[in-house]
């Protein structure tokens, strides 16, 4: 059994631990927060003791530290984990600039130890079927595409939405990394990017009920991007990442082949609609096999049954660890997204492309017999 100790315990904590107890071999047994009422509110409800950050990572039955604090934390609370020498998994982004991903990725080097990183959406059924349609050439080679996340912002919903609207936060680096994600382990790395970036206006107001509603919060960060991604086998994906948006009709992700089109769902859910066509044109559905993490066992904020198996990618890197192979939610994947996703921010401010300096491999793909060894069921 692999004990997990979690540092943060804001919004994101609670699917961790609601979710955790599906996968096998892995016990979250102590939860941590600067703020101990925050921790001490999540051991009522779920069960793991309270601990201080530092009493946490001392804990001699914690093997894996998942780092679920705010973006601009990402990188030394990691560091802080590894140099306690505790393999760690981050929530996304894994950090916001390559500068410290190349820190994190020597000293885990050093250490021998493991680094993982969300989003791990990307092991759902719904966009399993769509990378077992690209690799057995139903739709061919994929040369072009399109992917957008469009909305309008956080402070609609989130109790605390500053940090979103801060540097680190706007929609490319926190909606981003499940469509940067997607789209590598569906086509491969990125080669170069350019982008288009805006704010529509200079401050949010709350209106999410609760004491804060009516508070205005600065905007330092471009909420509107439109950037070209070029992939090294050619591929060109237009991808616009937007919370200036009220309403628009765009698909979450269209990817165009030399044989035919593919349609891929939201890959910030595990499960959803794929279609598919073919040199006729005619959009069909695609045919999924069944797959343990398509299965819907959440309702979403819109009343619609979803899947959502979120520690997936913990529990898929626990496995490796014990087997001593690659886990699929690398840290090389997490850099590689990272690098692309800051890289288009910088080409909007800068007016340039932008060519990576990092690469990765595309994850192995995650079959249903796989899927179904993570959980207890």
Known sequence: ????????????????????????????????????????????????????????????DIDIVVNLTIPDAHFA?????????????????????????????????????????????????????????????????????????????????????????????????????????????????????????????????????????????????????????????????TLSTSWDVWAHRHGNMELYGTEGSLFVPDPNWFSGRVDIAGRDGKIRELKQRAHPFAVPNMKSGDGVMRANYRTAGLAEMAQAIAHDRVHRCSLELALHAVEVMTAVLRSGDTGQFVSMTTTCERPAALPASEARKLLKK
């Open 1 to 60: 059994m692999i004990g997990v100790g979690i540092i943060g315990c804001g919004n994101i904590s609670t699917a961790y631990l609601r979710l955790a107890p599906l996968f096998k071999g892995l016990e979250v047994r102590a939860v941590a927060d600067m703020n101990m009422t925050a921790a001490q509110a999540r051991s009522k409800e779920f069960g793991p003791r309270a601990l201080s950050v530092e009493d946490l990572l001392a804990a001699n």
């Open 77 to 237: 609370v990691t560091k802080a984990i590894l140099k306690a020498g505790k393999h760690a998994y981050s929530e996304k982004p894994f950090v916001l600039t390559i500068e410290e991903g190349k820190e994190l990725r020597d000293l885990a080097a050093k250490s021998g130890l493991r680094v993982g990183s969300a989003p791990d959406t990307f092991f759902g059924g719904a966009h399993q079927a769509a990378r077992a349609a690209i690799d057995s050439g139903r739709v061919g080679e994929i040369t072009a595409g399109t992917a957008h996340v469009l909305s309008h912002g956080m402070e609609h919903w989130h109790p605390n939405p500053d940090f979103f609207f801060l540097p680190g936060g706007g929609p490319m680096l926190d909606l981003g990394p499940y469509y940067v994600t997607n789209l590598i382990q569906l086509i491969g790395p990125v080669k170069r990017v350019a982008a288009l970036t805006s704010a529509a206006t200079p401050t949010r107001t709350i209106s999410t009920p609760g004491p804060r509603r009516g508070d205005a919060i600065p905007v330092k960060t471009p909420t509107n991007i439109h950037a070209l991604l070029e992939f090294f086998n050619g591929a060109t994906i």
